[in-house]
């Protein structure tokens, strides 16, 4: 039982690329969610899906796109990566209750 | 929508004594309280929670208690040990809000 995943750990990236962040989990949790964490700001919702198909904006969407196609997978796609999207991104899932479980995290620098 | 504040950003206590971290709320509407811990390069780990209808929960070294009336609620830690050294944020949510609002964290460095 993994939990939570994301690939790649680490990620540079060039302004203008793009690229795809994965986020799967094996606990059969209906929720699944991405924040990012910059220094000194806690974290802050990105996007968010309740299931397969369903998917909403939090708190930063702007320049990230989800789709939520299977229930087990929550990709995180940066359509053309700007310096300001340089962050930690973890991705998290939640069950029928509250509690929520993350992922170890992806390290993006965007140069 | 949600606001949380959290204090202080950095605590520095001996091993073995206490530390408490203490965090407010905005919305009165929020019901569900919980604190992550997080290591240097890791993800946020649920150390303890705590619902609005409960007024202390416990769980070993640990403790959050909750003021609905003020809005504010605190971890507790006591014995502290080495390992108990990271970042601990604390975040609340209102029932059928998006996600939890977290605070800034404080950054506890245990000293021996």
């Known amino acids: 039982n993994a939990g939570v995943t994301q690939t790649p750990k680490f990620q540079v990236l060039k302004t203008g690329q793009s690229m795809t962040l994965q986020c799967a989990q094996d606990m059969n949790h209906e929720y699944m969610s991405w924040y990012r964490q910059d220094p000194g700001m806690g974290l802050r919702l990105i996007h968010y899906s309740v299931g397969a198909g369903i998917t909403d904006q939090g708190e930063v969407p702007n320049g990230y796109n989800v789709s939520r196609s299977t229930t087990e997978d929550f990709p995180l796609r940066l359509l053309s990566a700007a310096p300001s999207q340089t962050s930690v991104y973890f991705c998290a899932t939640r069950g029928q209750t509250y509690e929520q479980y993350f992922g170890p995290g992806t390290r993006l620098t965007v140069t | 929508g949600e606001n949380v504040e959290q204090h202080p950003s950095t605590l520095s206590v001996q091993e073995g004594d206490s530390a408490v971290i203490k965090c407010t709320y905005s919305?009165?509407?929020?019901?569900?309280f919980p604190w992550y811990k997080q290591e240097l390069g890791k993800g946020p780990q649920l150390i303890i929670d705590?619902?609005?209808?409960?007024g202390e929960k416990k769980d070993q070294r640990i403790a959050v208690t909750l003021n609905k009336t003020a809005k504010h609620f605190s971890l507790h830690i006591t014995e502290t040990q080495p390992e108990d050294s990271a970042v601990y944020f604390c975040?609340?949510?209102?029932?059928?809000?998006?996600?939890?609002?977290f605070g800034k964290g404080t950054h506890l460095i245990i000293q021996p």
């Open positions: 919305d009165s509407a929020s019901n569900y």
């Open positions: 705590i619902r609005s209808n409960v």
């Open positions: 975040a609340a949510i209102e029932r059928g809000a998006d996600g939890l609002t």
